[in-house]
Structures are given as C-alpha cells and as structure tokens.
C-alpha cells in the first residue's frame, strides 16, 4: 500500500492548442491519480506548460503578440482542456510563474558552485520543434529524427553541464532497477543509445531572449529543457517542507519521443544536484491518424474538445483508456469511437444500469428491495475488485478497464437470466432479490469507474444517492433495503456524426459549411488546374481535389485557411478520393478568388 503517489505528465508546449496526444497523456495520468485517491494515498498530481524558448518567441512574433501574451493565450487553451476533461490535476505549473523562476535560478546557480557547469563551444544541429540539439549520425535524411524537419547548424560559445560524468551511473541504474524505466522496449533503446560516450550537455542560449536568464551571464538564456525539467521539483514544493513528503516522483509519465530527455538529462541533473531519482518513468505510445502520428509541426492535430463536446469527456476518456494498450500506440477513428459508444458504453453498462434502476423505480417504489446476497455475485464483484486494483497498481489501464467492463456484461447476464420483469408477477421475493443484487453490482461498479469515467460514476453515484470515497467499497454489497435512490436517468445517448454525411441537392439547407486549414497542397500531375490539398480539422486531415491550379500555386495556398463543404459524399478524381469540395468564386479558372475568413477563425468553426 502506498502512502503517497506523486504523478507527473510532461508540460506541453503551448505553440499551438492541445491536441488528442495530449489529452491522452493527461486521463490516462488522471486515471492513475483517481485510483490511488480511492486507495488512500496522498496523491500530488501535476501537469502544465512549457512556455519559454526559441519556437515560443519566433510563433509569437509570426502571431504579432508578445512572447508572454501567445503563451497567456495557449496555456489557459491547455488547462481548459484538462478542466472540460474531468483531469484533477492538483497543480497546474506554468515555467513562466515566479515560484518556478526562482527554483531554476537557485538550482542553476548551485549546479556553477559546485564547479557542474564550465564555458566552452558549442557546434551541432539542433530542431527548434523539439528544442533539442542532434548529432550528424542521428539525422534522417538531414532532418530531426522525431518531427521531420530541417534543423539549424549552430555553432556559438556557451556554457556546458557536466553530464558525460554520469553516463556510467545512469547506465547501472537502469540495469539494477529495470522497472526504472518502462515498457521495456524504451528501456532498451536508451542503453543502446548510451553504449557510446555520453556527452556534455550545452545549457545555454544565445541569439534571443526569451527564456530564463543564466545565473552569472545574463547574455544568455537557460536551456529550455533545464528549465523545462525542473518544473517537476517546483511541482514538488521544493525547498519547502511539503517536498520532502511528495518527492521523489512515483511516476514520470511522458512521450517517447522525450524519453532520453527524462531518462539521461533529467536523471543526470538531478544526480549531480544530489537529488533522489524518481521510482518509475513510463513511456506511452503515441496517437495516430490515418497511420500519422499527431503532431503540431506537421499539421495533423485532432482536438479532444471537439469530440468531448460532441460525445461526451467519458465517451472520449473511455475510447482512449479501453482503445489503447498502454505503453503501445493507439489509433483514433470517429468510427471507432461512436462503435465502442454504442456497443460498450450504450449497449452493455448504459443498459445495465437503465434497467436496474428503472425495474426497481417501477416496481419497488424507488427503494432497495428485501433481499439476500448471492454469494457468487458478491464472490464474482470481489475478484474484479482485487484483479482491477493488481492491474492498476501494475499501470495495466487498458486491461484494468477491459476488466471492470466484464462485470458489466455479467450484470446484464445476471438480470437477463433472471427475468425480474417476469418473475414478479408470479414471486416477488424473488425478483426482489435479483434487483438487491443487482442495484448492489451497480454501486459497486459506480466505484470501479471512478477513475476512468468520473462523470458517468458521479451520475450513477448519484442516483444510487451514495458517495464514492474508498477503493473498498468496489466490493461491498452495503446498499441496505430501504435505501432510496433517484430517478433513473440515461447514462449515454448516441449522436450524429459530427461530418461525412452525404449531401442531396434537394435539401440543401443540411450543406455542412466549415472552416479548414490547408496544410498541404501539390499539383496533380497532368492536370493544369487540378490540386491536391490536405486540409485540417479538429476531427482530423481531409484530402480534397480543387480546380484551382490556374488561380494559386501550391506555396500560396498553404497556411491559408478556406470554407470546406464538409459533408460531400466522397467522390474519385483523377484517381484520388475526394472528401469534400472547397469554395472559390468567378467566372474563368484563371480568376477564381478563394471564399477565406476576414479575420482569424480557428478550424472547424461552422459557416453561417
């Protein structure tokens, strides 16, 4: 049993607004946070934003705001997602607070006392998407090997951190404490990568401004992974005295592709400031689209809000947890998200629970029954209990979740089997003991879910008219005849499809008008007019066909933002499906005037 559970995401750069990589990163922490709140523990659960470096002051000056205003801007975008989300975060850190600056500055300034840090020259390439430098050998094809873009030769004095001291510590940690650093395959790559000489770590910039002033040099600014990474202690409290109680870190969760970032800078860093490490880093996998991952850099972006809005935050925290094996990628379809929502969700514990309550409601008055205990349901709720809790203890989500929803299926196999609605016309005692067992599967489940649907479980808690406050009663049939609970309420509906829906000429009034981003565009060959673009959405890209090869070239179209047709029937041409049409007016395919907003409209805003 844990006495406290420190959890932490990665703080996400706010250059542009969260996307469904981020979201997931955040429940499946929250998930986590949740469960061992139930459990007992002290639980400190932190995440936030990363808000300063050279991609932050060069997206600001292309934006026409200060660097502070863009990041003003972007992180409340971040912290509303992690509200609309259900994500209870205890702090929100940002690294342009004041508690966070004078942490950086104390601990910076220890690391030069301690003689840590010396002068020297920096040559290399570095990606400023991912603020990181790369060697020659670790480009692909020239590019960053994580974001695919060309990187910047730098070569400028500065000032150097230590780190290829501790290559062979790290190295003998990691294989002494193989549970350090999960799932295992991440764990492989980081000593493969640390087979060669680690190097000295450059921590300071030049050349712009924004960021945290070095301690000595102002000339310079800090490295923004140093600042970046030592949010976790000011997350912590440190140097107060609530530190020395939530650290070190019980989990590290994060990214792969920042886990050489956690695992040999971080780790360096806090081994040099003589700082315990923390008890496990873990490393999820990655949302993809359409086979992409998604990322800022190149366009792909699918916002949670847009389908929390439109479905539900549990629908979306659901699809997420039970889609996606953790430490695994995972990919995300609007498709499979409305299936696992009417199959799962709808058709297994929305139907358990409306026909529970409701039987009882119309039959019992609206209060538990008489009735005893099966002693093989209650044996059955038990073993989920304890095997849910193994399993999350054991950061198995995915299976965890997986588990809790069989008992769902078993509480409507129950029900059915006993055909209450049958029965208690012939032997009410006994449909009353169907309904005491399952109105107490029910509650008991209210639990179970807490820490992967809290609204759902909120809901049920609440018709049931009790509190969920402790992992133990996930076990308990303590729901006592008698008890009334409310009226019965439906826990998911199904919805439309948010876009695809096919067009008829007759009924034009249901032409889908929405605002896209073109984040790609190239000509078709043999065609003079023809253009294959790649607009985004919050639901994700679209490929189009456009005739307007005459009137633009690819380079000007991209970054502009259009007036899609969005719920075209899909349609081929010239050998490419088009899902949608964009709006263009005049008369000659060499004059045509794209329809764009007059003024900045985020995409997938409706056109009125």
């Not at 290559?167 to 193989?178: F, N, Q, T």
């Not at 493969?192 to 680690?198: D, V």
């Not at 190097?199 to 800090?222: A, H, M, N, Q, T």
């Not at 409310?486 to 499809?497: G, N, S, T, Y």
Request: with cysteine; aromatic share 10%.
């Amino acid at each position: 049993m844990k006495d406290k559970f420190f959890v932490t995401t990665a703080i996400d750069y706010p250059t542009s607004s969260p996307h469904l990589g981020h979201a997931y990163e955040k429940i499946c922490a929250d998930a986590l946070a949740r469960f061992w709140r139930l459990k007992g523990a002290r639980v400190h659960f932190s995440t936030g934003t990363d808000e300063h470096g050279l991609k932050i002051q060069r997206a600001a000056e292309r934006e026409g705001k200060t660097a502070q205003e863009l990041v003003d801007e972007r992180s409340s975008e971040f912290r509303r997602m992690c509200d609309e989300l259900g994500i209870s975060y205890d702090d929100f850190i940002r690294t342009t607070e004041e508690r966070h600056l004078r942490v950086v500055r104390e601990l910076v300034g220890r690391l030069l006392e301690k003689g840590e840090v010396y002068r020297g020259r920096y040559e290399g390439f570095y990606c400023t998407e991912c603020e990181t430098y790369y060697s020659e050998e670790e480009l692909v094809e020239g590019k960053c090997p994580v974001h695919g873009v060309k990187t910047e030769w730098v070569s400028e004095e500065g000032y150097f951190f230590r780190m290829g001291k501790y290559g062979e510590r790290i190295l003998e940690h990691l294989r002494k404490h193989p549970e350090f650093l999960e799932p295992e395959s991440r764990r492989n790559e980081i000593l493969r990568r640390l087979e060669a000489p680690l190097k000295d770590l450059c921590i300071s910039r030049s050349g712009f401004s924004w960021g945290v002033p070095l301690p000595g040099d102002e000339r310079y600014v800090l490295y923004v992974w140093v600042d970046a990474l030592m949010n976790y202690l000011t997350a912590a409290g440190y140097p107060g005295p609530e530190f020395s109680e939530r650290w070190p870190p019980d989990l590290h969760l994060i990214g792969k592709d920042i886990s050489w970032h956690h695992s040999v800078i971080w780790t360096s860093l806090l081994l040099a400031l003589d700082l315990p490490l923390p008890r496990k880093i873990f490393v999820h996998g990655f949302i993809t689209y359409r086979g992409e991952k998604l990322s800022k850099s190149r366009g792909l972006t699918l916002d949670p809000l847009h389908f929390a809005r439109t479905y539900s935050p549990d629908s979306l925290r659901y699809f997420l947890l039970r889609e996606v094996s953790f430490g695994q990628d995972g990919s995300f379809s609007e498709e499979a998200l409305r299936t696992r929502l009417r199959e799962e969700l709808i058709g297994n514990l929305g139907n358990l629970v409306h026909r529970v309550l409701t039987f009882t409601w119309n039959h019992f008055g609206g209060k538990v029954p008489e009735g005893g205990a099966d002693p093989s349901l209650e044996r059955e709720v038990a073993s989920c209990a304890e095997e849910t809790g193994r399993l999350m203890e054991g950061l198995k989500i995915h299976q965890a979740l997986e588990r809790v929803m069989s008992l769902a299926r078993t509480g409507n196999e129950y029900f059915q089997s006993r055909k209450p609605w049958e029965v208690v016309k012939v032997d009410r005692a006994k449909a009353a003991d169907c309904l005491f067992n399952c109105l107490n599967l029910v509650k008991c489940l209210s639990v179970l879910l807490s820490p992967f649907l809290p609204f759902t479980s909120g809901k049920m808690a609440g018709m049931l008219g009790v509190e969920v406050r402790r992992w133990e009663q996930a076990s308990a049939f303590d729901l006592k005849p008698g008890h009334p609970i409310q009226k019965p309420e439906v826990l998911f509906r199904m919805v439309e499809k948010t876009a695809g829906t096919t067009l008829k000429a007759e009924d034009l009034e249901r032409v889908d008008l929405r605002v896209a981003e073109v984040v790609g565009a190239e000509r078709v060959p043999g065609s003079e007019k023809m253009v294959r673009l790649e607009l985004r959405l919050p639901e994700g890209k679209r490929t189009v066909m456009a005739g307007i090869g005459k009137s633009y070239s690819p380079q000007e179209l991209v970054g502009k933002r259009v007036v899609l047709v969005a719920n075209l029937e899909k349609k081929k041409i010239m050998g490419v499906e088009s899902e949608g049409m964009v709006l263009a007016a005049g008369e000659k395919e060499e004059e045509l005037s794209l329809i764009v907003p007059d003024r900045p409209v985020e995409p997938g805003k409706k056109v009125r």
